[in-house]
Every structure is written in structure tokens, then in C-alpha cells.
């Protein structure tokens, strides 16, 4: 396929629903080839159908991210396969129910630390030791605007994407050097099976996130995509580091 990033070769976690499905069917159309990592098999499928069925070129890798070997075949079967791994996008990650600090379950907190920043620290582990091989490439994680700010309610996911943003800042500066970038997205509501999740558990969220937003609506996938695409182009060879907030005006407030 022709486009900005015909050649490329993408990796995208998470890639079975939501953001990760929709950034990676925007990756393909824009000629890359994309290597779906994804821990539900039926979504990662489905989003490798709709690659080929839009006439892109993907792959699925059934990946766990919080487990090491697992992220290490993920990145080898990408560069066995296309030669290089040009751009990594770490986007898997869950929520949690929404409750206060104390009422919080250790086993809960393991949980959101485990998939949250393990996962992206061990994907990024891989990912950056392939591209210093290779010569360089770009890595762009998905924090949240609960990385930004604290979150009520959330506090355990508010750390976990802290954390994320921490780690994008260190690997951006230890790497600089080596022609390899890494930032952050920092999605406000973004309409996927997560936020409907969040909705069906508490109807009453559905007016209130209107209102979080200055712009009185919350985001789509598409638009997170067109974000972490920018990140990864030649387009920001200056940026670095960033943790980009893509969230209607939230975190102007
Ligand atoms: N939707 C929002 O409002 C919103 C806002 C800010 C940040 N985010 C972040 O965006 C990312 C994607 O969220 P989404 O809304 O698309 O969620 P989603 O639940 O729709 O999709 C997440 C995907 O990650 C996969 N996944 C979960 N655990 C995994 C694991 N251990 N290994 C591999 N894959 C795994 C899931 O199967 C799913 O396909 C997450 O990191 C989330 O925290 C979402």
C-alpha cells in the first residue's frame, strides 16, 4: 500500500478493540504493515480481517504484555517476519471499577499496575533493544489525562499512568541519542468497549463526561489515531519525551 508510512512496520498493543484497533487500521491505511498484539484472540483477529479487508497488510500476535516471554517473541515474530520494527505503539492497558483509595483491593491495584506499567515497561524493554539494533524508530505509549491530574475514584489507574508518562520521559532522554523517540498520548473519554464498560456500571456518567469537556463531547478513536500517527512521523523528528494530551480541552481547565 501507498502512503506516509508505506515500508513501516508497526506494532500495536492492544490492538484487539478500541484506540489500539482503530490506530491500527489507521497505521495500515497509511501503507504501514502492522503486527497486532492483542491478549483477546477473537478481537485481535477481527482486527487483522479488517486490515486485509480494507486492503492493508497485519498480522495477529496473541501477546499477554505482563509476560516477558511473551513480549519478547511478540517483538522477534514482527522482525522475523518484516526485517525491522519501525514504530511501537504500547496501548494495552485496563481500568479499574471506580472506588475510593481504601476501599481499593490490593488484588485490584496488582492488577492495574501489572497491565499498566509492566506491560508497557516490558514492551518498551524489547521494542528499544530491537530499534538500538536497527538504528532507531519511535515508540508512543497511551498514558490518560489521569495521568496528567489525579482521578477521584480511580487512584490506582491515576499511578499506573503517572507511571506510564515517567517511563516515556526517562527512555525519551536515555535514548535520544540513538535516533529513537518516545512519547505519550493522554486521551480524555474516548468512546470504546471501555468507556461502555464504565457506562453500563453507572448510567449517570454519561451526562457528567459531557460536561468534563470543554468541547461537550468526549473523543473517537480516529482522533486519538491521527495523534499517535503525527507522533510517530517524520513530521515530529523534534519531539521527544511528550506526553500529548489529546482530550478535547480537559486538561485546560
Ligand atoms: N477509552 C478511554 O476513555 C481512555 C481514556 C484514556 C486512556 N485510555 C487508555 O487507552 C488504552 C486503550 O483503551 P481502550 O479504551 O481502547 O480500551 P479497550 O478495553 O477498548 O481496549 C483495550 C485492549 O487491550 C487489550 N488488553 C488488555 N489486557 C491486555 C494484556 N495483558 N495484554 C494484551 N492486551 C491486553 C484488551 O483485550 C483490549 O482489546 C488503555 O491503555 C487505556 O487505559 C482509554
Known amino acids: 500500500m501507498s502512503g506516509e508510512f508505506a515500508g513501516k512496520v508497526v506494532l500495536v498493543t492492544g490492538g484487539g478493540g478500541g484506540i489500539g484497533r482503530g490506530t491500527a487500521l489507521a497505521f495500515a491505511k497509511a501503507g504501514a504493515k502492522v503486527a497486532i498484539a492483542e491478549i483477546a484472540e477473537a478481537g485481535g483477529n477481527k482486527t487483522m480481517e479488517m486490515i486485509g479487508?480494507?486492503?492493508?497488510?497485519?498480522?495477529?500476535?496473541?501477546?499477554?504484555?505482563?509476560?516477558?516471554?511473551?513480549?519478547?517473541?511478540?517483538?522477534?515474530?514482527?522482525?522475523?517476519?518484516?526485517?525491522?520494527?519501525?514504530?511501537?505503539?504500547?496501548?494495552?492497558?485496563?481500568?479499574?471499577?471506580?472506588?475510593?483509595?481504601a476501599d481499593c483491593p490490593e488484588s485490584t491495584f496488582d492488577r492495574v499496575i501489572g497491565i499498566n506499567v509492566k506491560g508497557v515497561w516490558l514492551c518498551m524493554k524489547y521494542e528499544l533493544a530491537q530499534m538500538l539494533k536497527q538504528g532507531g524508530g519511535s515508540i508512543v505509549n497511551t498514558a490518560s489525562i489521569a495521568g496528567l491530574n489525579g482521578a477521584a475514584k480511580m487512584a490506582a489507574y491515576s499511578a499506573s499512568k503517572h507511571a506510564v508518562i515517567g517511563l516515556t520521559k526517562s527512555a525519551a532522554i536515555e535514548y535520544a541519542r540513538k535516533n529513537i523517540r518516545v512519547n505519550a498520548v493522554c486521551p480524555a473519554v474516548i468512546r470504546t468497549e471501555m468507556y461502555e464498560r464504565a457506562l453500563a456500571a453507572d448510567p449517570g456518567i454519561g451526562p457528567r463526561?459531557?460536561?468534563?469537556?470543554?468541547?461537550?463531547?468526549?473523543?473517537?478513536?480516529?482522533?486519538?489515531?491521527?495523534?499517535?500517527?503525527?507522533?510517530?512521523?517524520?513530521?515530529?523528528?523534534?519531539?521527544?519525551g511528550f506526553p500529548l494530551a489529546v482530550d478535547g480541552g480537559t486538561t485546560a481547565l
Not at 505482563?66 to 494495552?92: C, P, R, S, Y
Not at 459531557?210 to 523528528?237: F, Y
Open 53 to 101: 479487508r480494507a486492503g492493508g497488510n497485519a498480522m495477529f500476535i496473541k501477546t499477554d504484555v505482563t509476560d516477558a516471554k511473551a513480549v519478547e517473541a511478540m517483538v522477534a515474530k514482527t522482525v522475523q517476519t518484516w526485517g525491522h520494527l519501525d514504530i511501537a505503539f504500547n496501548n494495552a492497558g485496563i481500568e479499574e471499577e471506580h472506588m475510593r483509595l
Open 209 to 240: 463526561v459531557l460536561n468534563m469537556h470543554p468541547v461537550g463531547r468526549i473523543g473517537e478513536v480516529e482522533e486519538v489515531a491521527a495523534a499517535v500517527l503525527w507522533l510517530s512521523s517524520a513530521g515530529a523528528s523534534f519531539v521527544t
